[in-house]
């Protein structure tokens, strides 16, 4: 199912920010600026991919989408509703169409509930759902189509299950509700890179079956470019830009984006001699007291005075850029 | 002579069924600037075969056996006592989580001054002296202020540049890398493998680097060893290698892996998970998971077998594999 131009899920300048304890007892050390105005939409069916180094934001916004944490200002809309404004029935109703697979698939799962009762909880949190008779034949199908052999596994416990396994469990309680969203927050990163395509090659084909969207979290670019329709670049806290991602990967135009993308090694020794390779110095610096102006400046081989004063938005449009100076396309 | 020769390495675990065969019969060679990655997933025994050679396995309750020569002297047969002199000089060794690896009580000074001053019998000042200049060799800005802090207050990257300090402070022969940036962001990443690769220049030391990462091998290294079930499954250059593996688990890690370069429709998977080395199916350990298996492949484990072109591969049908990944 090709994505529609129908918007599920829209993102308004959300912001997170958390408080830090001082040095001193009862003072306070400031705010770590997590998430810090992030804004994007999100159509039927897509792939939004979302990049960045470990420290920018990515999971507290993963985090923040399926409402297991209050933003600090903005807005996560599903249609009518406000996700965190929602409550009672309206948010129940929400949680059965926004969903989340995180990266570990060794402490998602309880160890201490059989497969059945791990794939039986969601349908006893959403009774109406569907009837209790019909409910085991139904988990039946959702590990069939996460590729688990329905008949063998249901009264195992998940130390019994391999990595991939235990992911396409948690994959399979995604999918129970029949959710419009799952956030997948670096779901392949713990796995081995022989089980990696599996998985990816089940997340897009339930994509191609139910047309669900995606909204993919993951440092590794090279899987967010084979997964995603679009991608958005995060450095502390901001989007530096969004594009499709044949546009966003051939030709980067934030400097950050190009660094990152040199960096990814390519597993092909030929070209190695060849590969123009862009170093960047030292690490993100603190989201707690973060730059003035573009937040990149410090690592930017390119930043003028402009940069230290002004912080460059992040326009609309197919491929926006939020730099003073963007790359040539 | 080779500077580090390993032939016929086994290394055994007891486990609560018999013992756990990780480490199964791997013989490598690594040469003076020479870089050699062992590539494997978890469990496949890369990291055990790193630890036999540098001798911090636990022996018991681990049994090890086989032969490592380091410039032809024999370490397995070394008391514990000359054992860990020359593991300690002649040997460097950078693992993945530098936080564990580092004395988290101590500076970081402190820790690079000891090692000089109980190895090289420095003075304070100078083994001080010198412990600035690697920490500046390794490319931390304010390599002098910086003495006096503890691990913790380093980022992550930092404390990868740290533990390369420790790890070449007494100008070790042969450097074991294992995983060094797998826990690293990718712009640090880079930054720590071109700073391997620019000291190993410098030094002509050896590098026996352990990854599971295809990138990092295709980045960096002269030769590889694919590890698969304490086996070497396939060896050779990298060109080798990456141009037209010749055992179906190279060839199913290769397409199997997305590229940043290019957008691929369909990812091939290697069905199922890497085995238990508790429970090795019988024949060759691939066969479960191997499109091209035989009936022969389920019973006969097919020996690594010398190719043409010195290069090396374990598969009863590697002249099929090689037919059909040359390009």
Redesign the interface.
């Known amino acids: 199912m090709p994505p529609g131009d129908e918007v599920v899920l829209r993102v308004e300048n959300l912001v997170k920010h958390f408080p830090v304890k001082g040095r001193v007892p009862f003072t306070s050390g400031g705010v770590v600026k997590a998430v810090d105005g992030v804004s994007f939409d999100l159509r039927r069916g897509e792939t939004l991919g979302v990049v960045g180094e470990s420290g920018c934001g990515k999971s507290t916004l993963a985090r923040m989408l399926v409402g297991l944490e209050q933003p600090t200002s903005g807005a996560v809309r599903f249609g009518t509703s406000v996700v965190h404004q929602a409550r009672g029935r309206e948010l129940r109703a929400l949680r059965r169409r926004i969903q989340i697979v995180l990266q570990d698939p060794y402490t998602s799962l309880n160890p201490r509930r059989t497969i059945r009762e791990i794939l039986l909880q969601p349908f006893e949190i959403h009774p109406d759902v569907l009837d209790r008779r019909r409910r085991i034949e139904r988990i039946k199908e959702l590990l069939d189509l996460v590729g688990l052999d329905p008949g063998l596994h249901l009264d195992r416990y998940p130390h019994q299950f391999s990595g991939g396994q235990r992911q396409r469990i948690g994959i399979a309680r995604a999918l129970a509700l029949s959710p419009d969203v799952i956030v997948c927050d670096e779901p392949v990163s713990a796995l081995d890179v022989s089980v990696q395509a599996q998985v990816v090659n089940l997340l897009e084909r339930l994509q191609e079956e139910l047309g669900v969207a995606y909204v993919f979290i993951a440092h590794d670019l090279s899987v967010v470019r084979h997964i995603s329709d679009r991608v958005a670049v995060m450095y502390l806290g901001k989007l530096v830009e969004t594009g499709p991602e044949v546009s966003l990967y051939e030709s980067p135009r934030h400097p950050y984006t190009r660094a990152l993308l040199s960096a990814v090694p390519v597993p092909d020794p030929a070209g190695r001699q060849g590969r123009q390779r862009i170093l960047l110095a030292g690490d993100p610096p603190s989201p707690v007291d973060p730059p003035s102006g573009c937040r990149f400046r410090t690592r930017c081989w390119q930043a003028a005075d402009t940069c230290a004063t002004t912080e460059p938005p992040l326009a609309a449009g197919a491929h926006p850029v939020a730099c003073h100076f963007p790359l040539a396309a | 002579m080779s500077l580090l020769e390993i032939a016929d390495l086994k290394v055994a675990f007891p486990g609560p069924t018999g013992p756990v065969n990780a480490v199964n019969g791997v013989s490598l060679r690594i040469e003076s600037g020479q870089t050699l990655a062992i590539l494997g997933?978890?469990g496949s025994g890369k990291s055990v075969t790193a630890q036999a050679v540098t001798g911090i396995l636990d022996v018991p309750p681990a049994t090890v056996s086989g032969s490592v020569q380091l410039r032809g002297r024999e370490l397995l047969t070394l008391s514990r006592k000359q054992r860990e002199r020359v593991s300690g000089e002649e040997i460097g060794m950078v693992f993945q989580d530098a936080m564990a690896a580092l004395n988290p009580v101590f500076t970081v000074g402190h820790q690079i001054v000891e090692v000089l001053r109980v190895r090289r019998g420095m003075s304070r000042a100078d083994a001080r002296r010198r412990a600035v200049e690697l920490v500046d060799r390794v490319r931390i800005?304010a390599a002098k202020d910086r003495m006096r802090d503890y691990p913790h207050q380093f980022?992550?990257?930092?404390r990868q540049r740290i533990m390369i300090a420790l790890a070449i402070a007494l100008e070790p022969d042969l450097l074991i890398a294992d995983e060094p940036t797998t826990a690293l962001?990718?712009?640090?990443?880079?930054?720590v493998?071109?700073l391997l690769a620019e000291i190993q220049r410098d030094s002509g030391m050896g590098l026996l680097l352990i990854t599971?990462?295809?990138?990092?091998?295709?980045?960096v290294?002269d030769d590889v060893a694919v590890m698969y079930a304490g086996r070497i499954v396939e060896r050779g250059t990298?060109?080798q290698i990456?141009?037209g593996p010749a055992h179906p688990y190279t060839e199913?890690?290769?397409n199997?892996?997305?590229?940043?370069?290019r957008?691929?429709e369909?990812?091939?998977?290697?069905?199922g998970?890497?085995p238990n080395p508790a429970r090795l199916p019988a024949g060759c350990p691939f066969h479960l998971?191997c499109p091209r298996a035989t009936d022969e492949c389920r019973v006969v484990l097919p020996p690594l077998l010398a190719l043409p072109a010195d290069r090396a591969s374990a598969c009863h049908h590697h002249e099929e594999v090689l037919d059909a990944t040359r390009r």
């Open positions: 997933e978890s800005p980022s992550g990257g930092m962001d990718v712009t640090v990443q880079a930054q493998m071109e599971h990462d295809l990138g990092v091998v295709a980045e290294a990298v060109e990456f141009a199913g890690l290769l199997s892996m997305p590229r940043v370069d957008r691929d369909q990812l091939y998977a290697i069905p998970a890497p998971r």
